[in-house]
């Protein structure tokens, strides 16, 4: 499996909103069966940033367009060369 970075952006109408709660049942479809890793949202600059694992870029792609909201989206996807944070790290030791 590969990382792939999705960087979305969208735009917001009186309809999108309704189309949060289906939107969100489907990110965490993906989130609990180890597609996405990492899911953030802005909404000051509209901006989704997703980190998903995947064999292609293409299969990310269709993943993307079975959210409601795709059709309020612009996106690019990359795949990652580099991805590291704290939850790939080992527990800081402590002593009692």
């Known amino acids: 499996m590969k990382k792939y970075q999705a960087i979305i952006k969208f735009k917001i109408d009186e309809d999108f909103m309704t ?4 939107h969100r049942t489907y ?7 180890g597609i996405i890793d990492m899911y953030a949202v802005s909404m000051e600059s509209q901006t989704v940033w997703i980190t998903l694992n995947a064999k292609t870029k293409n299969e990310v792609d269709v993943m993307l367009t079975k959210s409601p909201l795709y059709k309020y989206w612009n996106y690019v996807i990359e795949e990652l060369f580099v991805y590291d944070s704290q939850q790939y790290r080992l527990p800081k030791f402590q002593l009692n």
Not at 27 to 33: K, Q
Request: aromatic letters at 10%.
């Open 27 to 33: 990110i965490n479809y993906l989130i609990n069966n």
């Open 19 to 22: 189309l949060v709660p289906p």
